[in-house]
């Protein structure tokens, strides 16, 4: 293989690395080639115009609507996956009796429906799908009585009915789960690259496909975070596990409740947060676009708003951080004071 | 040779071993044989690893990108329910390609909606060269769009068919000299043209664009 320090445009261009970090957005590729730009400065202006050629090359999907198709399909092939689970020993004969029966009835159906001489579809899987929209919260209560409240800009998708064994959803966004306690069915959240198992606990997930991290805040109870099968986290109350996505990096660590979990009191809490946190907080939470092109002063911010409307909320910050706004729709500018 | 010096090369040899390391993961070939089995584990891996590609000739060649998305979906979950009766791949990246064209084939001459195109049974590579619809519109694009035109079909059709073995199915040199029956050397000389002028091509596209901007 060629020497990275020799590489030229074309060698560039055809590498599948870095193919996967400008097209795929793929954060471990991402690494290598930041790394790369900081060892060879020279090479910025070669590095974006083989961009260029890629960009051009390839039509790319938003991180949030891979990620959503990505859990989709998880959820298919989990649903599919049960016919190799049900070959296990029937615990009695009743059960054994009732299914003999039900497929019986099954298999008369399908030969009425046969008879009828309709089409044979694929078996339909019954996931259940819940997105909330920007500006949109929604709480969720599933049948085994587990409350989720959901996050602006998420999305759940659980089955119909859970199975004797497994309760398993799967999320993207933020979500707060208060989980039923069923020592005999665990209760999984498939989040990203991560599974978070669970008997009975009130948790929280955060995993914005746009954001560098994925956490799982614990409440109360324990949930153990999984990674490839294996256990390699376990928390206790008021801990939280931080998964950094590009490079794999899982820590545990202890968080702020008030901050964390505010959202879901409809309370918006800032932490010396900085100008570019407060516009991804505030988009999301009202549905609106930020447009600035001045540099706002980069200070953190401290401060919490309850049940406020948009303006007020930006008065008070742009007070703080010296800067006049505009509403407009669902646009807001902003202006340098 | 000074201490700055013996860093940075100490440091590119990392970065090569780190590139390395991500590309010494389990191969397409392996995750197929491992899907046959029923590893689900190996399906998730394979759909993570060949979306983007196929979204973006799936976007490139149908311009609808519900569409898209729908179709990838079902060949996965295809691949999926007949894991057990599934045949050995040689190339499964050329293989998921293929699939997501007759799909698209398949939903598109239902609607009739663009059927032009698809008369030829076999997939094309021509589509991903229309850069039409990442332009903005104004009044004043169809002269640049004329050029633009102009310079694809410049492109000769061997050049845009080694553009598309290269980037959209990841063949490497070897493979495609192969499948073509020709020497590794004329593959190598082939594509060095190929890429050269694609650059220019859309290096000349932006500067057009900021020029007209200006």
């Known amino acids: 293989m060629k020497n990275l320090d020799d590489y030229t445009l074309e060698d560039l261009v055809q590498d599948e690395s870095f193919q996967r970090y400008v097209r795929d957005g793929s954060e471990a590729d991402q690494v290598i080639w930041e790394e790369f730009l900081k060892l060879h400065p020279e090479k910025e202006q070669m590095l974006e115009e083989a961009k260029t050629i890629i960009n051009r090359l390839y039509a790319k999907i938003p991180p949030v609507e891979f990620h959503h198709e990505l859990m989709k399909f998880r959820s298919i092939i989990a649903a599919n996956k049960d016919e190799v689970k049900s070959e296990r020993h029937t615990k009695s004969v009743w059960r054994y009796a009732v299914a003999v029966f039900v497929a019986a009835i099954v298999l008369v159906t399908w030969l009425l429906i046969i008879h009828k001489g309709s089409t044979r579809e694929p078996e339909v899987l019954s996931n259940v799908e819940r997105n909330t929209s920007k500006g949109q919260r929604a709480t969720l209560f599933l049948k085994d009585s587990t409350r989720i409240k959901m996050n602006a800009q998420s999305s759940l998708i659980y089955p119909e009915r859970f199975s004797d064994d497994l309760r398993e959803v799967y999320l993207r966004g933020e979500a707060f789960f208060e989980v039923e306690r069923d020592e005999n069915r665990p209760f999984i959240v498939h989040v990203g690259d991560l599974d978070v198992k669970v008997l009975g606990t009130a948790f929280n997930i955060r995993f914005y496909p746009e954001e560098e991290t994925l956490d799982v805040s614990l409440v109360s109870g324990k949930v153990e975070v999984i990674r490839n099968d294996r256990v390699q986290l376990t928390l206790t109350p008021n801990t939280e596990a931080i998964f950094v996505r590009s490079t794999g990096q899982l820590t545990k660590s202890s968080f702020d409740p008030s901050l964390k979990l505010a959202w879901k009191e409809n309370v918006i809490r800032f932490d010396k947060a900085s100008f570019r946190e407060i516009v991804t907080v505030l988009e999301r939470w009202y549905n609106v676009q930020f447009i600035y092109d001045e540099h706002i002063s980069s200070a953190g911010f401290t401060g919490e708003f309850e049940n406020m409307s948009l303006e007020n909320i930006l008065s008070g910050i742009g007070h703080t951080l010296e800067f006049e706004f505009e509403v407009e729709r669902q646009q807001v500018r902003i202006f340098k004071k | ?214």
């Open chain 2, 1 to 214: 040779m000074d201490l700055n010096n013996i860093l940075s090369i100490d440091t590119t040899t990392n970065l090569s071993a780190l590139k390395e390391s991500l590309s010494n993961e389990l191969s397409d070939v392996q995750l197929w044989n491992m899907i046959r089995k029923g590893d689900a584990d190996a399906m998730v891996k394979l759909y993570k690893r060949h979306y983007h590609i196929l979204y973006a000739y799936g976007v490139k060649t149908c311009h609808d990108k519900d569409l898209t998305k729908d179709s990838i979906q079902e060949v996965f979950t295809n691949i999926w329910a007949s894991r057990s009766s599934l045949n050995k791949v040689k190339k499964v990246r050329s293989y998921l390609l293929q699939s997501l064209w007759n799909r698209l084939v398949r939903e598109l001459k239902k609607t009739s909606k663009r059927s032009d195109i698809f008369n030829n049974q076999v997939y094309q590579s021509e589509q991903i060269f229309s850069f039409e619809h990442q332009l903005i519109d104004s009044e004043h694009n169809n002269e640049r769009l004329k050029k633009l035109d102009q310079s694809v079909s410049s492109l000769s059709k061997s050049q845009k068919e080694i553009i598309f073995l290269i980037f959209y199915e990841g063949l490497s040199y070897k493979e495609i000299a192969e499948r073509k029956s020709v020497n590794y050397q004329s593959v190598k000389n082939l594509s060095h043209k190929a890429i050269k002028k694609l650059r220019e091509m859309i290096i000349g596209l932006i500067l057009a664009t900021v020029y007209f901007f200006i």
